[in-house]
């Protein structure tokens, strides 16, 4: 238990559909990270939030859409999707103190998508 | 940001100390070096940060020269536990962008 919770583990939707994954932290962290993995490949740094603020894309096709509503949740939201969307998505969080992030990133356990 | 190098995959057997190395040529000076484990279908797990010399938790140390353009992550006694992929990773303080290399696989053979 890392105090990050991701819902839905698992998702599998078409091309056409419209799907949300959400993250949740129990930390009283301030920072909030989507991480792309695909099959045996690193991570893939998609978005960084920073007390609700976007402060990172890391030029994500417009089909994800993020959306962080408060600094414990955040969300990814995601419409007209390609099989190659297909991967595991991490959500992470971190602790900025006196505007210094301590660099340790705290990772849930992921959602795996399938898109058919 | 540093870009990070590591070996792709690494075998050992149990009861073995294992060393990855990373370099990290492009270092800056307010970067930290933070080392993840990661499981298949699990997220990364922080396993030690340092900036510079020597750091020693209860699972690892990690050695940094004084030129700071590698480290090495040493897992003592390892077991079949200890397979998973790590990675070597560089931030900068103050910021929110942490770029993951290609990790390296570890796989404990019994």
């Known amino acids: 238990e890392t105090g990050v919770t991701q819902t839905p583990r698992h998702l599998v939707m078409g091309m056409t559909n419209k799907k949300s994954l959400k993250c949740e932290q129990h930390?009283?962290?301030?920072?909030m990270y989507w991480y792309k993995q695909s099959a045996k490949k690193p991570l893939e740094l998609m978005f960084v939030?920073?007390?609700?603020?976007?402060?990172e894309n890391n030029s994500v096709p417009s089909r994800f859409s993020p959306e962080c509503p408060n600094s414990s949740h955040l969300f990814l939201h995601l419409h007209t999707l390609q099989p190659e969307d297909s991967a595991l998505y991490l959500c992470?969080?971190?602790?900025?103190?006196?505007?210094?992030?301590?660099?340790?990133?705290?990772f849930g356990e992921g959602s795996r998508l399938t898109v058919l | 940001l540093a870009k990070t190098t590591q070996p792709i995959s690494m075998d050992s057997y149990e009861g073995q100390e294992v060393n990855i190395t990373c370099s990290h040529n492009?270092?800056?000076?307010?970067?930290?070096i933070t080392w993840y484990q990661q499981f298949p279908s699990q997220g990364p797990r922080f396993i030690i940060q340092?900036?510079?010399t020597k750091v020693t938790n209860e699972v690892a140390s990690l050695f940094i020269p004084a030129d700071r353009k590698s480290s090495t992550l040493s897992l003592p006694r390892v077991s079949l536990s200890d397979t998973a992929v790590y990675y070597c990773?560089?931030?900068?303080?103050?910021?929110?962008?942490?770029?993951f290399g290609t990790g390296t696989r570890l796989k404990v053979l019994a």
């Open positions: 992470a969080s971190s602790q900025a103190s006196g505007g210094r992030n301590t660099g340790e990133l705290f």
């Open positions: 930390l009283g962290h301030n920072a």
């Open positions: 939030y920073n007390f609700k603020e976007q402060t």
């Open positions: 492009n270092i800056a000076t307010n970067d930290y």
């Open positions: 340092g900036y510079k």
């Open positions: 990773l560089v931030g900068v303080r103050g910021t929110y962008k942490y770029i």
